[in-house]
Each structure stands twice: as structure tokens, then as C-alpha cells.
């Protein structure tokens, strides 16, 4: 062992070698016995892993020789061979995410972690962590992606563009999941930590700005949320950055696409899937193709050829990408709305059943809109019955989602399917259910006057 080493074995903290120590024994799945060897004694061993006795220099190698790693790393020095075989593991994490095997992926990053106890290296370990956290996201587990994406956002010593980066997946699951208070909260504190970090004019900066306004737009503040677009698609011109752009158009779309202007929303996502295609991000790409091809359905006349091919190059992709089940889910709602368009009635309702399967609880609002459209596939084969009781799953589906903007237009739809197949009762409480969710509410009148 050379003088450093020495140096380094005297300053160590007895605990944190022994902890070192035991974590790469058990790695190697060695018992102590078999690490002890006629070198030590086992009880001698198991004071050094407790953190009771530091070894000797000479000790020290002859662990490290029987456990087949180097002097260094059992030091806490990361050496450059480990740090590459753990980068390279953490490569494989994010090719699986992309390749749609969110299992595997946190499977990988699951062993970056366990490597990285005994190897420390801050930057892998963050990114390990995100990667986990967007494969928990993938599998639809919102708690365990949250904390993950919490507790990177609120590391001391997570880098800034780290923090940005996490910080946008950390708003999008909270909007994801309904608590758009927190989803506007958590984007805004970030962002401010980025202007005063000077990275306000990052592709970070600009697609969390937008994920922001997405989240207002959501909670029924459209005009606040389409200005924030604006200034992020004027932000995202200046950098000049396709990635940026595309993500600002792409909000921007979908902004104006909600409040019924689908002539301007349809060549806004056509410009921001033209952007994004210059890149590699296909979990993206695929989003946005899905996004384009229901807004292509909702044009008058609905584009239903081009839409269709759109739906089933997203659904193709989203299959190979790191995509949530709520993303495969309204893709696929949108494949069974291309086909009842089209006059395939069997073919749609086949696809809304794989809606409600992809979905799993994670998306609702899909989950309702596939119902309704299944009503709608009945009604149109004149079976009146069936589509009653298909809309009244939908409507029982809504009500579990409760006010949100997101479900105001459905209850509406709803409300006129309903009149259509006799269930006036129905219709007027969804109506009534479609106002609310909008944020209106019945005034209270004021008491009458009397006149003395």
C-alpha cells in the first residue's frame, strides 16, 4: 500500500470503512468466514465491519485481495474502471426506459444504486436516482416517483440543471395526478432558483416554464396560461433550440386545442412534432404524434386518414419508449375514435376495452371518454339499452374524478348523449356537473326586500 493509501486509511472513519467493508462482502455473496480466511479471526472481521476496529495497511490488502477489489475502493475512492462500469450500467437503465422495458430499467438502476454505496460519485448517483424515479413513473407508481423526485429537488448537493431537470418531471406527475396546486408550486420555486442561478434562458428553464403553464391551464386559468406560453415560445426562439421550441409549441397547442381553437392549435403541434423530430427524444416524439392525430379527429372535417396514421405511429413508438400507461392509454382512445369515425364500430370498441386495460386507474379521464365512446359504437347500432348502460359507466367514472377542467367537456358530451338515449334525469345532472367543473356555480340569491 503506498503512502496515500496509509494517509488515507489513518484519516478514515472506522464506520464508514466497516460499513464499505460488509457492503461489497455481501455483494460478493461471501460470508465472513470465507472473507477471514487463516488470516483473521471472524470476530476480528466483525469488529472491523461494525466499525470497532480499523485495520492494519497490511490488513486492509489482504481483505481487498480476498474480496477481489481494489485497496482503493474499499477507501471510498471510486476508481475510474468502476466509475465506467456504473456509467455504463445507468446507459442501459435509459436505453430500456426508452425501449419501453421500464422493469428492467429500474432493475439497472437499482444496481447503480447498490454499486454506488461503496463507489460514491454524486453526479451518478443523482442521475440513478432520476432514472428510477422516470421508471416508477413508466410503471405508474406516482408515490414512489415523487419521492424520488422530491428528494433530487431538494438535495443541497444536486446540481442546478439536475434540480431543473427533475423538477420538471416532479410538476408533470403532480399535474398528472390531479394536485395542480402543488404541480404550479414546485415549478415556480424552481424556476426562480434558475433565474437566480442565471440558467433562465435554458432549454431546462423554458420546458419547465411551459409545464408550469400547462398545470395553470388545467386548474381553469387559461389566460394566465397561454401568456406564460408566449413567453416561453419567444424564450425558446431566442435560444434557438429545437428542443425548446418544441416543447413550447407544443404546450402552446394543446392550450389552444382546450379552449376550441383546433385550426390554430393543429399547425402548432405540426411545427413542434417537425422540431422535436430533429432530436432522439421518442418518449416525446410519440406524445406529440398522438397529440396531433386527435387534434386532426376534431378539425370539421375530422382528418381521420392522416389522424389514423399518426395514432398508429405514436401507439408503435410508445411500445419501444419510456411512456407512462396514461400516455398509451389516450393513444389508443384515440385509435378507437379514428375508428368509429370511420365506420368500424367493432374495431372501436375492441380498442376502447384496451383503453380501460392500459389504463388501470392511472387514467380515469380516459378511462370515462372510452366508456362514452363504447355508448356511442352502441347507439349507433341502434342498441339503446347498451348505450345507457355505457354512459352511465362513464358518468360513474367522472364522478369519481370530481370538478376538474379537464372532465368539464366530457360531462357536456355526456350530457347530450344521454338526452339522446331517454335518461333526461341524467343528462340534467351532467350538465349541471359540466357547469361546475368549469368553476361555475349556482349564485345565491339575494333576500328579498320589503318596502316600509
Not at 66 to 85: A, I, Q
Not at 215 to 238: N, P, W
Not at 390 to 410: K, M, N
Request: with cysteine.
Amino acid at each position: 500500500m503506498d503512502s496515500r493509501h496509509v494517509d488515507l486509511l489513518r484519516g478514515s472513519d472506522p464506520v464508514e470503512l466497516g460499513h464499505r467493508l460488509k457492503a461489497v462482502r455481501l455483494t460478493r455473496g461471501l460470508t465472513q468466514a470465507d472473507v477471514a480466511g487463516d488470516a483473521m479471526s471472524v470476530a476480528y472481521l466483525s469488529r472491523m465491519e461494525s466499525g470497532q476496529r480499523r485495520p492494519t495497511a497490511k490488513m486492509l490488502v489482504e481483505i481487498a485481495l480476498r474480496l477481489g477489489v481494489s485497496v482503493e475502493e474499499l477507501l471510498g475512492e471510486t476508481t475510474h474502471r468502476e466509475v465506467d462500469e456504473i456509467r455504463l450500467t445507468l446507459d442501459y437503465a435509459e436505453l430500456s426506459l426508452e425501449s419501453g422495458e421500464a422493469h428492467e430499467a429500474l432493475t439497472h438502476a437499482h444496481e447503480a444504486l447498490a454499486r454506488l454505496e461503496t463507489a460514491p460519485a454524486d453526479a451518478l448517483h443523482d442521475r440513478a436516482r432520476f432514472l428510477k424515479a422516470r421508471a416508477h413513473e413508466a410503471l405508474g407508481h406516482t408515490d414512489e416517483a415523487l419521492d424520488e423526485l422530491e428528494g433530487l429537488v431538494g438535495g443541497s448537493s444536486v446540481s442546478a440543471l439536475m434540480r431543473a431537470t427533475a423538477g420538471i418531471a416532479l410538476s408533470r406527475v403532480y399535474r398528472d395526478s390531479g394536485d395542480l396546486a402543488q404541480a404550479i408550486d414546485t415549478g415556480e420555486r424552481i424556476l426562480a432558483d434558475l433565474t437566480e442561478s442565471g440558467l433562465d434562458s435554458s432549454d431546462e428553464a423554458v420546458q419547465l416554464t411551459v409545464t408550469i403553464a400547462a398545470a395553470y391551464f388545467e386548474r381553469g386559468d387559461s389566460g394566465h396560461a397561454v401568456r406564460i406560453c408566449r413567453g416561453a415560445i419567444a424564450k425558446a426562439e431566442a435560444l434557438g433550440s429545437p428542443r425548446a421550441r418544441a416543447s413550447a409549441y407544443w404546450n402552446a397547442s394543446a392550450m389552444q386545442a382546450r379552449r376550441g381553437d383546433i385550426v390554430n392549435a393543429a399547425p402548432l403541434a405540426a411545427r413542434a412534432l417537425a422540431l422535436l423530430s430533429e432530436g432522439q427524444d421518442t418518449r416525446n416524439l410519440a406524445r406529440l404524434r398522438g397529440e396531433l392525430g386527435r387534434l386532426q379527429l376534431t378539425l370539421d372535417p375530422p382528418d381521420v386518414e392522416q389522424a389514423r396514421q399518426n395514432l398508429e405511429k405514436a401507439a408503435e413508438e410508445l411500445d419501444w419508449s419510456s411512456a407512462a400507461p396514461v400516455d398509451k392509454a389516450w393513444t389508443q382512445l384515440g385509435l378507437a375514435r379514428a375508428r368509429f369515425l370511420a365506420g368500424d364500430l367493432a374495431g372501436s370498441r375492441e380498442l376502447t376495452v384496451e383503453v380501460r386495460e392500459m389504463s388501470d386507474g392511472h387514467a380515469p379521464l380516459a378511462e370515462a371518454e372510452a366508456r362514452a365512446l363504447e355508448g356511442q359504437t352502441y347507439a349507433a347500432e341502434g342498441d339503446m339499452a347498451q348505450a345507457a348502460a355505457a354512459y352511465q359507466e362513464a358518468v360513474h367514472l367522472l364522478s369519481a374524478i370530481g370538478a376538474d377542467r379537464g372532465a368539464a367537456q366530457l360531462w357536456f358530451d355526456l350530457a347530450g348523449l344521454l338526452e339522446q338515449v331517454g335518461e333526461a334525469e341524467s343528462a340534467s345532472d351532467a350538465y349541471k356537473r359540466a357547469a361546475a367543473s368549469t368553476g361555475l356555480r349556482t349564485r345565491t340569491n339575494a333576500p328579498a326586500r320589503t318596502l316600509v
